[in-house]
């Protein structure tokens, strides 16, 4: 932890777990417990599973010119985003590379708070911010429990009225044990889910009954490396771990565009002004590769950064990769030349640890494919 010097109040309930609290973005993060993994993900994908994912940075824009700030910074229209709801952004650099991904939460007509990882999100919106009137807060107060999984729902309903009516991407101001919260349905498992903003005094208590309360449903605690796992099957991408500022290639330094990554999604149809705009749409059909799916024979996982061969020739690497004790599937998203983004290429992993692992690629998400269980209605 010699690089924190931001701190969760449950670290204490990650160590009596058994995580040595690993840095991340600057905060101790569980990234190991003692129990089993493969538990803590299928208690997710049947049941739920509690996270503490307070290591995602919080920042607050207000002011008059807050929703310009933000669509200079992002690629999301925020004309369309209303009080009450959320939508998932990244941010560009001038050249039009990917520099980091955010969910944008609107709280009121001036007032947003945008929750990042470990990229330049918050560097980027102060830069937009420059002679504008607005005010920008790094909030770490505010902790973010992630309550995971299909009985997500029936536990907080129990809690918190109104919660089942809560469309996918909305959130509410609310309460929870008494204490102040604000509920967002999102996640990052492709499962109905619902993070938790509340206060770090807080935090240990709502952990603490969460977890009492509903153990007789199977929710138990999980790591935050579980995420790996469900991240895989679901296409939920996780920078640096999937991008070159991981994997750098051999003649240039870091920086993938979104028609690379998949992410040409989170560009509003017709936006431009925002930062990178002119060279993320004259980057369209220059992709060096993509960001695509492996499907693997065996049980065997290879580790981040494989190599990924074809006919002999090293032709890309695997970033994650995970097997679904579930789904009976061993998958990975890799990193492969445009010409393998299709389903049925044959290619071989070469695993310093298995050896050689037969595979093929396959489009993503590999669970759940038309996104029906994260954003069911009932």
């Known amino acids: 932890m010699t690089n924190s010097w931001r701190f969760s109040t449950l670290g204490d309930r990650h160590r009596a777990l058994g995580s040595n609290l690993e840095d991340w973005s600057g905060m101790g993060t569980a990234w190991s417990y003692d129990g089993d ?3 803590e993900y299928m208690a997710i994908r049947t049941k739920a599973g509690l996270m503490d994912v307070s290591g995602l940075k919080k920042v607050h824009i207000t002011g008059p010119a807050a929703s310009h700030v933000i669509e200079r910074a992002t690629t999301r229209n925020m004309e369309k985003l209303m009080p009450g709801r959320s939508v998932y ?28 990882g ?20 790094f909030d770490d107060n505010t902790h973010d429990l992630s309550l995971q999984g299909p009985l997500a729902v ?3 309903e129990k809690h918190v009225p109104g919660i089942r009516q809560l469309p996918y991407f909305a959130h509410m101001q609310t309460s929870l044990f008494g204490k102040p919260a604000m509920i967002s349905r999102t996640g990052y498992t492709g499962e109905r889910g619902y993070e938790l903003f509340v206060r770090g005094q807080d935090a240990p208590m709502i952990w603490d009954r969460i977890l009492d309360e509903g153990k007789s449903m199977g929710i138990i605690p999980c790591r935050f490396t579980t995420l790996d796992m469900l991240r895989t099957e679901s296409y939920l991408l996780f920078f640096p771990y999937d991008n ?28 431009v002004g925002f930062r990178g705009a002119e060279e993320h749409y004259r ?47 061993n998958i990975a998203i890799a990193r ?4 393998c983004a299709n389903n049925g290429t044959k290619l071989v992993v070469n695993c310093a640890t298995h050896g050689e692992i037969p595979a093929v690629t396959h489009s993503m998400p590999f669970y759940d494919v038309d996104k029906k269980r994260r954003t069911v209605k009932e």
Not at 89 to 116: E, S, W
Request: proline share 7%; aromatic share 10%.
């Open 283 to 329: 980057l369209k059909g220059k992709e060096r590769f993509k960001i695509w799916g492996l499907k693997m024979e065996g049980t065997n996982v290879p580790g981040n950064g494989a190599p990924v061969f074809q006919n002999g020739k090293k032709v890309g690497l695997v970033t994650q990769a995970m097997y679904s004790p579930l789904n009976k599937h």
């Open 244 to 271: 070159s500022e991981m994997y750098p290639f051999e003649n240039e330094g870091p920086g993938d565009t979104l028609w690379e990554l998949g992410l040409d999604f989170t560009v509003s149809p017709g936006k």
């Open 89 to 116: 952004a990244t941010m560009l650099n001038d050249q039009g590379k990917f520099i980091d991904d955010c969910v944008i939460y609107r709280l009121a007509p001036n007032a947003f708070m945008v929750v990042h």
């Open 336 to 339: 492969l030349p445009v010409d």
């Open 154 to 156: 029936d536990y907080l």
């Open 37 to 39: 993994p493969d538990a």
């Open 118 to 137: 470990s990229g330049g999100a918050h560097e980027q919106l102060t830069m937009a911010a420059t002679g504008r009137d607005v005010s920008i807060r």
